[in-house]
T-cell receptor, first 115, second 116 residues
Framework: GAGVSQSPRYKVTKRGQDVALRCDPISGHVSLYWYRQALGQGPEFLTY????????KSGLPNDRFSAERPEGSISTLTIQRTEQRDSAMYRC?????????????FGPGTRLLVL | AQSVTQLGSHVSVSEGALVLLRCNYS??????LFWYVQYPNQGLQLLLKYTSAATLVKGINGFEAEFKKSETSFHLTKPSAHMRDAAEYFCAVSYAGGTSYGKLTFGQGTILTVHP
């Protein structure tokens, strides 16, 4: 079956613009995670959902970042008033339940560049 | 708080040589441990995971890792490197506690180069 997909794959924007990053998880997966990966670093947790409920948003850097998953499937990560420090790879992952031992399946990522 | 340290941001081996990528974790409760591989322009792919069953875990592509609680380590090995193993490898930890079941904490990654 299809894996996790993300769009766009690349996004170049100017400082101050808003961007929306989309994640389409594997069909039937309950849990959806967002991570951010800076160059030369490992991914860092941003937020996660079970179905449509946002369970933990402790990793969101500030209130310019928000995420939603209104119907329990596709999720959107929105960054308002982008800044150059927001430039990174944004990764989405999904898993069946949210148990800690469950495998997370990652999408290809969206590379965001803020000029 | 949990954390992961990968010793060596770059490892270089010859084709056919042993691959050893080091990972040490810090966790106040029993962890679950994962190794992911990242090929260029692709998403992270699970190689193997430890979930408190056997301490020696076998994964895909001939990789294996051993959970050593006394050393808080989960090093990744492969007896004989192949050119196609060249990629970036990430160790990650999670645990069933708090409010973030499934939340992964990653190490900084190790880039593996394989020379002919």
């Amino acid at each position: 079956g299809a894996g996790v997909s993300q769009s766009p794959r690349y996004k170049v924007t100017k400082r101050g613009q808003d961007v929306a990053l989309r994640c389409d998880p594997i069909s039937g997966h309950v849990s959806l995670y967002w991570y951010r990966q800076a160059l030369g670093q490992g991914p860092e947790f941003l937020t996660y959902f079970n179905y449509e409920a946002q369970q933990d948003k402790s990793g969101l850097p500030n209130d310019r970042f928000s995420a939603e998953r209104p119907e329990g499937s596709i999720s959107t990560l929105t960054i308002q008033r982008t800044e150059q420090r927001d430039s990174a790879m944004y990764r989405c992952a999904s898993s069946l339940p949210d148990r800690a031992q469950e495998t997370q399946y990652f999408g290809p990522g969206t590379r965001l560049l803020v000029l | 708080a949990q954390s992961v340290t990968q010793l060596g941001s770059h490892v270089s081996v010859s084709e056919g040589a042993l691959v050893l990528l080091r990972c040490n974790y810090s966790s106040s409760v029993p962890p679950y441990l994962f190794w992911y591989v990242q090929y260029p322009n692709q998403g992270l792919q699970l190689l193997l995971k430890y979930t408190s069953a056997a301490t020696l875990v076998k994964g895909i592509n001939g990789f294996e890792a051993e959970f050593k609680k006394s050393e808080t380590s989960f090093h990744l090995t492969k007896p004989s490197a192949h050119m196609r193993d060249a990629a970036e490898y990430f160790c990650a930890v999670s645990y069933a506690g708090g409010t973030s079941y499934g939340k992964l904490t990653f190490g900084q990654g190790t880039i593996l180069t394989v020379h002919p």
